[in-house]
C-alpha cells in the first residue's frame, strides 16, 4: 500500500513499511517483478520500486477489501492503520484509546 500513491520507494523503506527484513523485501520484490506488477529504477546504489500502474493499485485496494484485518498490537500499527483509514478515523480511534485510560 505504501506505492499506491505512485511514488517509487527504496527497498529498505519498502521493508520497514511491510516489517520484513531487506532480504524477504527483496526476494518479493523480485517476484512481483516478475509478474509485471512492479517496476524498478535504478539510482546510485539504491533501487526504487513502484507499481506498474493505477489498475495494480485498483486490484490491491480490491484485495486489502477481502482480507481479515489485522490486530493492532502497536502504536506504530495503530498509527499506520489510522492513516490508511483516514483524518476522521484517526480522530475517533485516539479519542477512543484516551476514554480507556
Do not use: F, N
Amino acid at each position: 500500500m505504501a506505492l499506491a500513491d505512485g511514488r517509487a520507494l527504496p527497498a529498505s523503506v519498502l521493508a520497514d513499511e511491510a516489517g520484513v527484513s531487506a532480504p524477504a523485501a527483496s526476494a518479493h520484490l523480485a517476484k512481483l517483478r516478475e509478474g509485471g506488477l512492479v517496476s524498478m529504477e535504478k539510482s546510485g546504489r539504491h533501487r526504487y520500486y513502484r507499481l506498474t500502474g493505477p489498475q495494480v493499485a485498483t486490484a490491491l485496494e480490491a484485495l486489502t477489501a477481502l482480507a481479515p484485518p489485522r490486530p493492532v498490537r502497536s502504536l506504530r500499527a495503530h498509527t499506520r492503520a489510522a492513516a490508511l483509514r483516514g483524518p476522521a478515523a484517526a480522530t475517533t480511534i485516539s479519542r477512543a484509546i484516551w476514554a480507556c485510560r
